[in-house]
């Protein structure tokens, strides 16, 4: 944008009256010097003044995520208290058609990031006004545990600002429905489609800022038992009867986030007191100093903690991400005596398997027919490994695929365990529906401390599953853009031209995930199953500039002494297809 238009001449009074009716002097401040030097002609900050005001800030994906500043395309007190404003509305709508004469009843909760508790509490003050009866989590704390608030509490809504894994200069709002505002199978669920829509219908219909009440007081703080009970709950999964065995060293990350204090207390109730906090990453710290990206999945995220766990000895590493909503898992590797974090996929199929080993111990003499109120539903993303739907299948559960994301994971009906392999888990649905990286630890450790107790590692026990049913294989490629037109113009050749074969192997299914299907609500992406088995998935990012491809193989083992030559024809076979993944992008 020129910096002599009347175009830009609108953006510079646009800028200051945003400006004059923000309630945040820092933004204010910042925002007002910004157009003063814009407003001379200075490109960067014409550009960034640009961007911050290019459009606003959509409600989608879970609620809201954007880079902290000034403006309606980013996150600061003004955007969150139209949201706040749109989703109060929304609720007292949504329980007065529900349950006329009903009180609607929300929780908010907060991370450490920079304003979390700012954003926190002024929602805490406009539902307030709003009529809704609100409590305000007593302190920073991980997002697992707004989750289980939101049932526990039983209520209508929950709200917890944080941006997850997000780098440092990031904060989001994420929204839950609960109670009288949505269906039961979406109680305590991450928000989903229509109600997204409705939600962000109610925020454009919010007036001026000034319209926007908030209460001085009124709201509930609620007690630090809301976290005992929670660790309470989450120690309680452990299986002692069944899985007795609890020696195992534990290294563990909280990444700078706020699930240090929570999951250790959790391992240690759950009878696992070998746990050691990385020293540099053990508390809050919303600038994450020791890591370039704060996402266990990132390469060098875990270097501190596998350091440490080389130092000490000790069986197995466990990271959460800065809200603890996710979990990794490292260890060392017998094949190449190197620590290696496994893949969200290893850790899911598992974590599955553990959990059928669980329920075969408690109902051995309580035979049950596949998804029955007996057995439960297992579940994992589209572009998860089929490693878990084998699992299910032979043990008689049923097992369901859906789209990506905890939203529509934590929806299926009878849910007893689903995952995705974006290092996502939901082990107890019943209390936490969405994924929990606390509660996933307890039983990664309770598998892995069964594991050490017979002489084994937990690879060995992935061996063991493949022998059964295979060895599948996954990876990933990313590819980032900066302009999104190509991500359409990419999805658009393959649907125009569409790949014959992967690595040698024909294509003999091919599904357009737009097309929907009784299974699948529509969703841009491509799905490719070859002669071989070989599956790829390719979509653009829901969340970010990328097209992102799934690939998978499955390599028949007949016995352990063929795994390491399976290993390796699997690679090969995941590299062959990955180049022709390439040539199809035309890349």
Not at 109 to 138: C, K, Q, W
Not at 154 to 161: A, F, K, L, N, R
Not at 278 to 304: I, K, M, R, S
Request: glycine share 10%; net charge negative; hydrophobic share 45%.
């Amino acid at each position: 944008m020129t910096s002599n238009g009347a175009e830009f001449e609108q953006l510079i009074i646009e800028a200051r009256e945003w400006a004059s009716q923000d309630p945040d002097p820092g933004t204010a401040a910042a925002l007002e010097e910004l157009a003063d030097v814009a407003a001379t002609g200075d490109p960067a900050a014409g550009q960034q003044l640009a961007d911050s005001f290019s459009g606003t800030l959509q409600f989608g994906t879970a609620g809201l995520r954007a880079a902290l500043g000034p403006g309606p395309n980013r996150m600061n007190r003004v955007v969150v208290r139209r949201a706040a404003a749109g989703l109060a509305a929304f609720l007292n709508d949504a329980v007065a058609a529900a349950a006329p004469g009903a009180r609607p009843r929300a929780v908010v909760g907060y991370d450490a990031r920079h304003n979390s508790d700012v954003f926190a509490l002024e929602t805490a003050a406009i539902f307030t006004a709003a009529g809704i009866e609100t409590f305000l989590m007593p302190a920073a704390l991980p997002t697992p545990l707004l989750a289980y608030a939101v049932r526990a509490l039983d209520c209508d809504g929950g709200v917890m600002v944080t941006a997850s894994h997000n780098p440092p200069q990031d904060n989001g709002y994420k929204v839950y429905l609960g109670r009288h505002a949505v269906e039961e199978s979406g109680r305590g669920a991450q928000i989903v489609a229509p109600y997204d829509a409705a939600i962000a219908a109610k925020i454009d219909a919010v007036g001026a800022l000034d319209t926007v009440t908030l209460a001085n007081d009124g709201w509930t703080v609620l007690p630090g038992s809301i976290a005992t009970d929670y660790q309470a709950a989450m120690s309680g999964l452990a299986d002692t009867a069944n899985f007795p065995a609890r020696e195992l060293k534990i290294i563990l990350t909280p990444m700078h986030g706020v699930g240090g204090a929570t999951a250790v207390a959790v391992l240690n109730a759950a009878g696992f007191t070998d746990v050691t906090l990385v020293e540099e990453q053990a508390y809050p710290d919303p600038d994450f100093p020791t890591v370039a990206f704060p996402n266990p999945e990132e390469p060098g995220a875990l270097d501190l903690a596998l350091a440490a766990a080389d130092r000490s000895g000790a069986d197995i590493v466990l990271a959460n991400d800065p809200d603890a909503d996710r979990a990794a898992v490292a260890a060392k590797d017998p094949d190449s005596g190197a620590w290696r974090m496994l893949r969200g996929d290893e850790v899911g199929a598992l974590l599955g398997a553990h959990v059928v080993a669980r329920l075969a111990a408690r109902n051995e003499d309580q035979p049950h027919a596949a998804g029955d109120a007996g057995g439960g539903v297992f579940a994992n993303s589209i572009v998860s490994s089929r490693l878990l739907a084998r699992i299910a299948s032979a043990a008689g559960y049923a097992h369901e695929e859906t789209l990506t994301g905890f939203k529509w994971i934590s929806r299926v009906p009878g849910l007893m365990y689903g995952y995705e392999e974006a290092l996502g888990y939901c082990v107890a649905p019943s209390l936490v529906r969405d994924k929990d990286g606390i509660s996933a630890a307890v039983l990664i450790a309770e598998l892995a401390a069964a594991a050490k107790a017979e002489g084994k590692t937990i690879f060995d026990t992935l061996d063991e599953l493949y022998l059964v049913h295979g060895l599948h294989a996954s990876d990933q490629l990313s590819i980032r853009v900066a302009d999104l037109g190509l991500l359409d113009a990419m999805m658009n050749r393959l649907r125009v031209s569409p790949p014959e074969a992967f690595g040698g192997s024909a294509v003999e299914t091919f599904t357009d995930l737009a097309q929907g299907s009784a299974h699948l609500p529509p969703t841009d992406g491509l799905l490719y199953i070859t002669r071989d088995q070989s599956r790829v998935i390719i979509r653009p990012s829901g969340t970010e500039p990328k097209l992102k491809c799934y690939l998978e193989v499955i390599q028949a083992v007949g016995s352990a002494a063929e795994l390491p030559q399976a290993r390796q024809t699997a690679r090969a076979a995941l590299d062959h297809v990955l180049d022709d993944v390439r040539e199809a992008l035309g890349l």
